[in-house]
Every structure is written in C-alpha cells, then in structure tokens.
C-alpha cells in the first residue's frame, strides 16, 4: 500500500471505531479542534459526511479564527456562544473561590476585566486568590498579568513552567529532567506547585504532564 492508501485506510477503521454504536447512539465529543491538525480536520471531515446516516451527535468546539467548512453540511449547524452574564459569572467566581469570601466589589471588578470569558473569569479570580489580596486593584489587568502574577508567587517553579512552555503543550518527565538543570527532588517538588496552583496537571501513570 501507498502512503496515502495507509492513511485512508487508517481514518476508515478510526471512523468506524468511533461510530460504532454501543448501547445507542453515539455522542462524540472534540474540544478545542483550533489545536487540531490537518489529519485530525480530515478525520472530522470524514465523519460529518457519514452523520446523515447514522445515530450519532457530533459536538465540537472551536475559536472562532479556525476557518473550516464544517458548517456547510446539511446536519450541521454552527453555535457560536456569547460571553456569559454578569450572575452567571459572579457564581462563577464564586465557586472558584469556594470556601474565601469575596467582597462584591472585587466580583464587580473581575466581571468587568474578564468581559464574560470563562476561562478570564476563572484565572482572574485564580491570581487574585493567589496574591491573598482581596482590594479590587488586585485583579490583574490582561490574562497576561494573571498568569504571570501566578508564576512569580512560585518561586523556582516558575523556572521550570517556562521550561515546559518552550517543549508545549504536553511534555514527558523524562525530557523536562534532560533539559532543566535541576535534581530530581527539585523538579518533582517544582511540578508538585505547580499541579496544586493549577497550572499544568498529570494524566495517566506513564510520567506524562500536561499544561493547563
């Protein structure tokens, strides 16, 4: 077989596995498909052709600057989601910071920085948490701001984010250790703060972390 042969092959058994119904239909779900590559657009593409024809619910999730011609199916329609309310994103916050009260006006100034963002909403309140500074000054301006207020709290583990940052997305133990200079004991204790501020987290038992 040809290279291309392969990969058609290799996608037609990937579409069958994935639309192989259980106990129902199927409800397939793809995050953050601006991420995705062009193997994976393919796929996708593939998939939305047999949808008319099949029990299955397709659900994916992307910014709007990837352009595709997804939508152009006959059963697909395109959502594109607003930023959410101001109560909503109070409850938010609310529930990120579970057990420390917030003063309503520094719930005020996080909704206004974030302009209905989630994921603004849920790191603005992080790194105000963060600076154990509850004035509405304290909210960073940009997210920017956010994440590198977060980062400088850390210490040496800060370091060792930036490091990751340069491998992306997802890194192994094993070539963070090759290239950081640090001991085993630094580097372990350096991913420990920086799993419980939130920042990166673990998947699976194969050494594998991810960044957040």
């Known amino acids: 077989m040809t290279p291309n042969q392969r990969k058609d092959e290799t996608l037609s058994i990937l579409e069958d596995l994935l639309m192989a ?35 299955a619910l397709v659900l994916i999730t992307h910014r709007p600057e990837l352009k595709t011609n997804w939508s152009d199916h006959p059963q697909a329609t395109l959502i594109t989601c607003k930023q959410i309310g101001r109560e909503h994103c109070a409850a938010l916050i609310r529930n990120v910071a579970n057990r420390t ?15 209905g963002v989630p994921l603004f909403v849920e790191e603005l309140t992080k790194a105000v948490l963060d600076l154990r500074s509850l004035a509405p000054n304290a909210v960073p301006l940009t997210l920017q701001d956010s994440l590198m207020a977060r980062l400088d709290r850390l210490g040496r583990a800060k370091e060792i984010a930036q490091i990751a940052s ?35 987290f673990e998947a699976g038992n194969d050494g594998m972390v991810y960044g957040h």
């Not at 009260?101 to 920085?113: P, T």
């Not at 997802?170 to 703060?193: G, P, V």
């Open 101 to 115: 009260r917030i003063d309503d006006l520094l719930i005020q100034e996080i909704v206004a920085r974030s302009d």
């Open 21 to 55: 119904p259980l106990d129902g239909p199927v409800l397939l779900l793809l995050e953050d498909a601006h991420w995705s590559d062009q193997t994976t657009q393919t796929l996708i593409e593939r998939l939305l052709k047999r949808i008319e024809r099949e029990r």
């Open 166 to 200: 340069v491998i992306g997305r997802q890194f192994s133990y094993e070539m963070l250790e090759a290239i950081a200079d640090a001991s085993d004991s630094d580097l372990r204790a350096a991913l420990a703060r920086l799993r419980e501020s939130g920042l990166i």
